[in-house]
């Protein structure tokens, strides 16, 4: 099936629906926070009843994202006639696994929009693309779809693309995206908004943390960049995980690594965040302990307690 033929069912999907849920995925970050953003909005505009849901709660710094306020952490599956889910790429993302099973036995449509290689593909309409951003892809949809996009639309699907790249710097930066990006800001997407929420507001105590996950910094024979954070590092300087958003890519910024990995305990267990900007495939890495993402950026979680056998045949 082609990528038109896909919108084409994701659009009479749509229209056949009266009450739509979105999901945002667990632990939501920028990504799949301003990707519901937009279809809340489309979905307003087509006079649909619409529901938010994420199985986490959103990070303090992330509630300037407009509807935000309308993010709940229950649902009643009964009562939609579909169901929208952004940037997971493998089922379990969606979360709500213990608490809303029915969600996976498919009772309701469900539409998943994703650009992860390792993308299961498990839900009914899966358009999957491996574009820099899936917000390209929901901005192409609503392009298909003949819909006005708003400046606060623009600024959501931007803000997603904007992210995604690290404002423009890594490797998937490409015509595609700048284009995309070109188009929503002829379309008034408020890039100063973006810059100053996204890059230029730290607060203290997430610069405390940062600086204990900067000084634990260290290179091995093998070229590769590895530091790690801890629990107490976490309790001591009064910040959550979302508060580690971009530290790994400083990481990543270290002269002549092969890559670079962030270790950080987290729920009893520890998460492995690997970013690289070479020509090397980190989900070959991630895949050998059941997870992936993108080739230039995956992670892994393992038991809480690290062997020393576990960490060679990583770094190996």
């Given at each position: 099936?082609?990528?038109?033929?896909?919108?084409?069912?994701?659009?009479?999907?749509i229209?056949?629906?009266?009450?739509?849920?979105?999901?945002?995925?667990?632990?939501?970050?920028?990504?799949?926070?301003?990707?519901?953003?937009?279809?809340?909005?489309?979905?307003?505009?087509?006079?649909?009843?619409?529901?938010?849901?994420?199985?986490?709660?959103?990070?303090?710094?992330?509630?300037?994202?407009?509807?935000?306020?309308?993010v709940?952490?229950?649902?009643?599956?009964?009562?939609?006639?579909?169901?929208?889910?952004?940037?997971?790429?493998?089922?379990?993302?969606?979360?709500?696994?213990?608490?809303?099973?029915?969600?996976?036995e498919?009772?309701v449509?469900?539409?998943n929009?994703?650009?992860?290689?390792?993308?299961d593909?498990?839900?009914?309409?899966?358009?999957?693309?491996?574009?820099?951003?899936?917000?390209?892809?929901?901005?192409?949809?609503?392009?298909?779809?003949?819909?006005?996009?708003?400046?606060?639309?623009?600024?959501?699907l931007?803000?997603?693309?904007?992210?995604?790249?690290?404002?423009?710097?890594?490797?998937?930066t490409?015509s595609?995206?700048?284009?995309i990006?070109?188009?929503?800001?002829?379309?008034?997407?408020?890039?100063?908004?973006?810059?100053?929420?996204?890059?230029?507001?730290?607060?203290?105590?997430?610069?405390?943390?940062?600086?204990?996950?900067?000084s634990?910094?260290?290179?091995?024979?093998?070229?590769?960049t590895?530091s790690?954070?801890?629990?107490?590092?976490?309790?001591?300087?009064?910040?959550?995980?979302?508060?580690?958003?971009?530290?790994?890519?400083?990481?990543?910024?270290?002269?002549?690594?092969e890559?670079?990995?962030?270790?950080?305990?987290?729920?009893?267990?520890?998460?492995?965040?690997?970013?690289?900007?070479?020509?090397?495939?980190?989900?070959e890495?991630?895949?050998k302990?059941?997870?992936g993402?993108?080739?230039?950026?995956?992670?892994?979680?393992?038991?809480?307690?690290?062997?020393?056998?576990?960490?060679?045949?990583?770094?190996?």
């Open positions: 099936m082609t990528k038109i033929e896909k919108i084409l069912e994701i659009w009479k999907l229209k056949d629906a009266q009450k739509i849920l979105i999901i945002s995925h667990k632990h939501p970050d920028w990504d799949t926070l301003w990707a519901w953003t937009a279809w809340f909005e489309y979905l307003k505009s087509i006079w649909k009843y619409v529901e938010i849901a994420c199985d986490s709660d959103v990070p303090i710094l992330l509630q300037f994202i407009p509807n935000s306020e309308f709940q952490r229950d649902f009643d599956l009964e009562k939609f006639d579909l169901v929208i889910i952004n940037d997971a790429w493998a089922k379990q993302i969606a979360g709500f696994i213990d608490t809303k099973p029915e969600l996976y498919k009772r449509p469900t539409i929009i994703d650009h992860h290689a390792s993308n593909m498990y839900w009914t309409v899966n358009l999957v693309e491996l574009v820099p951003s899936a917000t390209c892809l929901i901005y192409e949809i609503f392009e298909e779809l003949w819909y006005k996009i708003s400046p606060n639309t623009a600024t959501s931007l803000t997603w693309i904007y992210t995604d790249t690290w404002s423009f710097k890594h490797s998937n490409n595609y995206a700048l284009r990006a070109s188009k929503l800001m002829s379309k008034w997407a408020n890039l100063k908004k973006i810059t100053k929420n996204c890059f230029q507001t730290t607060k203290i105590e997430t610069m405390k943390l940062w600086w204990r996950v900067l634990n910094i260290f290179r091995n024979e093998e070229w590769i590895t790690v954070v801890k629990q107490e590092d976490f309790d001591e300087t009064w910040t959550k995980y979302e508060d580690l958003s971009w530290v790994v890519d400083y990481l990543n910024s270290v002269p002549w690594s890559y670079s990995i962030l270790l950080t305990e987290r729920e009893w267990k520890i998460k492995w965040s690997l970013r690289t900007e070479n020509n090397i495939d980190l989900t890495i991630a895949w302990f059941g997870w993402w993108h080739k230039k950026a995956s992670w892994f979680t393992i038991p809480w307690r690290l062997q020393k056998e576990v960490v060679r045949k990583v770094i190996e």
